[in-house]
């Protein structure tokens, strides 16, 4: 699938851009999972990995990872750079504004 074709869910679709070179990005799973499984079906996480994707790390600008960029209707509803904990990245997906 597509990132554009990913992006256009009316659910909330959170991006984690990393790499697996990368330290905090390898921390970041767990946490990623933890959301999963509180938030379960009201959000999809993927996960890309900026080596083996380049030219989507390059049209979204992607200078450091972790990346997190959450997206729903094709819209970017916010985006951060570095470590999130698990309680800051929940409520920041069910109350985006």
Not at 37 to 59: R, Y
């Amino acid at each position: 699938m597509k990132f554009t074709e990913l992006i256009q869910s009316e659910k909330p679709v959170l991006i984690d851009f990393f790499a697996e070179w990368c330290g905090p990005c390898k921390m970041m799973g767990p946490i990623l999972q933890e959301v999963k499984s509180s938030l379960g079906d009201a959000v999809s996480i993927v996960k890309i990995d900026v080596d083996k994707n380049p030219q989507v790390a390059q049209q979204w600008q992607i200078q450091g990872v972790p990346t997190l960029m959450l997206f729903q209707g094709g819209n970017m509803i916010w985006r951060r750079s570095g470590m999130m904990p698990k309680h800051e990245l929940i409520r920041m997906i069910q109350q985006p504004a």
